[in-house]
Nanobody
């Protein structure tokens, strides 16, 4: 059983910064892509940023230039540095990862439990 545990959410004023972390644990042979998604009240889940195992990144247009995703492959951890936060960034942020439990297994998708980010104006 593989789990993702997120941390780092909280309440911040507009213009402030937060850093989210997400650590994977359990039977892991390898992790491919990792990413962050968010869901604001009354809205659909949306992609925030993704990162491949080799460090290739992709961002939603709404966060480009403000957010930075990174990962520590040795610790199976992904980070999201969020700067210049806006009230519209308020949402529950979820971590996602695609992993293999062994060399011969298929890739599975796993999600974290979510962490609340609230940006006050």
């Amino acid at each position: 059983q593989v789990q993702l545990v997120e941390s780092g959410g909280g309440l911040v004023q507009a213009g402030g910064s937060l850093r989210l972390s997400c650590a994977a644990s359990g039977r892991i042979f390898s992790i491919n892509g990792m990413g962050w998604y968010r869901q604001a009240p009354g809205k659909q889940l949306e992609l925030v940023a993704t990162i491949t195992s080799r460090g290739g990144t992709n961002y939603a247009d709404s966060v480009k230039g403000r957010f930075a995703i990174s990962r520590d492959n040795a610790k199976n951890t992904v980070f999201l540095q969020m700067n210049s936060l806006k009230p519209e960034d308020t949402a529950v942020y979820y971590c996602n990862a695609g992993y293999r439990g062994s060399m011969w297994s298929a890739e599975y998708d796993v999600w974290g439990q979510g962490t609340q980010v609230t940006v006050s104006s």
